[in-house]
T-cell receptor
Framework: SQQGEEDPQALSIQEGENATMNCSYK?????LQWYRQNSGRGLVHLIL?????REKHSGRLRVTLDTSKKSSSLLITASRAADTASYFC????????????FGTGTRLQVTL | DAGVTQSPTHLIKTRGQQVTLRCSPK?????VSWYQQALGQGPQFIFQ???????QRGNFPDRFSGHQFPNYSSELNVNALLLGDSALYLC????????????FGQGTRLTVV
């Protein structure tokens, strides 16, 4: 079963704008990861944030984690058309080794 | 480095048939996990193999089975195929001692008719 929900389900923005996606989960986690998927093919790892971290940056990506609210957000700054894809959060839950539990995903469309 | 490779890329099978999907992990990785992704959904964990043994299993029936070989490559077998088994099957490799970051293959699109 899915771990939780992502919000919004779909997001359409113009190139240059920022995109924010939110993820909620249900259980205690070891870490939370964000992945990107183009056109229903393989997933690409974007960023990992551990349960004892609150914020992490990687290039144009900023991830926050609030374990008290069981939520995370992914911010993509200065979006490009090439960022068009589906984005998934995935948790590694406490006691489940490296098993990933995915959310439902956000479909991002970046237009010129 | 070839990354994670899966074969075949597409497959069409008839209800009741059996299918085998294959995965070669990224060089240096010792753990292989399989996921099923239905259209419009997030991937769901099927099972994980390490040292040729199944370490963890998701909520999938026994019709789904797997194997890991000494070279760390893996197979996913599905027996008695149902229409609902139509999905993208993803293989992910990682290092058991690593930071739990997974590398995914491009997937096998299985269609059951």
């Amino acid at each position: 079963s899915q771990q939780g929900e992502e919000d919004p389900q779909a997001l359409s923005i113009q190139e240059g704008e920022n995109a924010t996606m939110n993820c909620s989960y249900k259980t205690s986690i070891n870490n939370l990861q964000w992945y990107r998927q183009n056109s229903g093919r393989g997933l690409v790892h974007l960023i990992l944030i551990r349960s004892n971290e609150r914020e992490k940056h990687s290039g144009r990506l900023r991830v926050t984690l609030d374990t008290s609210k069981k939520s995370s957000s992914l911010l993509i700054t200065a979006s490009r058309a090439a960022d068009t894809a589906s984005y998934f959060c995935a948790t590694v839950n406490t006691g489940t080794a490296s098993k990933l539990t995915f959310g439902t995903g956000t479909r991002l469309q970046v237009t010129l | 480095d070839a990354g994670v490779t899966q074969s075949p890329t597409h497959l069409i099978k008839t209800r009741g048939q059996q299918v085998t999907l294959r995965c070669s992990p990224k060089s240096g990785h010792d753990t292989v996990s399989w996921y099923q992704q239905a259209l419009g959904q997030g991937p769901q964990f099927i099972f994980q193999y390490y040292e040729e043994e199944e370490r963890q299993r998701g909520n999938f029936p026994d019709r789904f089975s797997g194997h890991q070989f000494p070279n760390y490559s893996s197979e996913l077998n599905v027996n008695a195929l149902l229409l609902g088994d139509s999905a993208l099957y993803l293989c992910a490799s990682s290092q058991i001692a690593g930071a739990m970051k997974a590398f995914f293959g491009q997937g096998t699109r299985l269609t059951v008719v």
